[in-house]
């Protein structure tokens, strides 16, 4: 296998692990807060789920499914909500309890 083999089979899959849907099957504690609190300060902000979508480049079914838990968000989706929401990262566990 040769270098660039391996560079884009690992760009493939960090591109197909951005839209993974949490493969327990099951909906996390930790997702379904994590979920609730982009929907809390999305909405508290203004920004309309199209925006959102739009400045994401996610789907209507993606952002539902995020905001209800029922699918994890990824490392690198949840830097770019906060980025675009000029919040940390942490900000989302916040509060959160096992």
């Keep these: 296998m040769t270098m660039s083999t391996l560079v884009t089979s690992a760009a493939a899959d960090l591109a197909q692990s951005a839209i993974d849907v949490n493969s327990t099957g099951r909906v996390s504690a930790v997702d379904t807060w994590i979920g609730s609190r982009v929907r809390i300060k999305r ?20 952002l539902v499914a995020f905001e209800a838990g029922e699918k994890r968000i990824n490392a690198s989706l949840l830097f770019r909500i906060a980025k675009l929401m000029d919040v940390r990262p942490g900000y989302f566990f916040r509060g959160y309890t096992n």
Excluded: K, P, V, W
Excluded at 43 to 62: C, K, Y
């Design 43 to 62: 909405t508290s902000r203004g920004i309309s789920e199209q925006e959102f979508r739009t400045a994401l480049n996610i789907d209507e079914n993606d």
